[in-house]
């Protein structure tokens, strides 16, 4: 079975992939993860962000580590959502998100366009969103716990800049299936969240 959950930043999609996989038993992917490995090479290797040719040049991991806490910093998501926009960098990440997709016995992947671009013949679609206040007030708790002070005013402009950049792009703009099932996460418990998902992908088992 595979399982596709895209939604917007923040919204609470990975806790739900991981929790998915964990409950139907199959490997989880957070492609958002690759992207990041882009924008990581990118400010490591002193290129620049506006150059595409630059960004498909770091496409290579070779010598990435994907455990490297880096890749989850602000920083480096907000160079992500700049160089996910390239046609040339989305290109050279397909094949690996669709052979991971495809394996014996399926997988769940989180991301963007999961459900319209990498499986559009995913048995299961979620589309994952919660308001922009609460998706910034979520994402400032979770940067306190890891000890960065942000401030909510201003996790809340990147949260909405970062939106319009994964949605405004020509390239595999973040937008629901025809076929996804919706999921607002905004006034939910984690936990009730979970329950949710886990019974709209059980009906489509
Ligand atoms: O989910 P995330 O915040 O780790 O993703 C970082 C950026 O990567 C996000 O702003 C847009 C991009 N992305 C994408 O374009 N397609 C995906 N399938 C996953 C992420």
């Known amino acids: 079975m595979i399982v596709a ?5 923040a919204s609470g999609k990975g806790t739900l992939a991981r929790a998915l996989a964990a409950h139907l038993g199959l ?3 957070d492609t958002g993860l690759l992207y990041r490995a882009v924008a990581l090479n990118l400010l490591r290797w002193g290129g620049d962000p506006d150059s595409e040719f630059a960004a498909a040049r770091a496409c290579d ?3 990435l580590d994907f455990a ?3 890749l989850k910093s602000e920083t480096v998501g907000g160079v992500a959502s700049r160089v996910s926009a390239y046609p040339m960098v989305r290109s050279a990440l397909v094949e690996r998100q669709q052979s991971f997709a495809r394996q014996p016995g399926g997988a769940v992947l989180d991301g963007r366009d999961i459900g319209t671009v990498i499986a559009p013949e995913a048995h299961a679609k979620l589309f ?5 206040e609460v998706r910034a007030r979520r994402r400032a708790e979770e940067l306190a716990r890891l000890g960065v002070h942000a401030h909510y005013e201003d996790v809340l402009i990147d ?3 970062r939106d319009e950049r ?3 792009r020509a390239a595999a703009p973040l937008c629901p299936a025809a076929d996804a099932l919706l999921l607002d996460t905004s006034d939910l418990t984690i936990e009730a969240a979970i329950a949710r998902a886990v019974a709209l992908v059980e009906s489509r088992r």
């Open 5 to 9: 959950v895209d939604g917007p930043a």
């Open 27 to 29: 490997p989880h992917m």
């Open 61 to 63: 991991f070779s010598q």
């Open 68 to 70: 490297d806490p880096e």
């Open 128 to 132: 994952v969103t919660a308001s922009p």
């Open 159 to 161: 949260i909405r800049a």
């Open 166 to 168: 994964d949605t405004g």
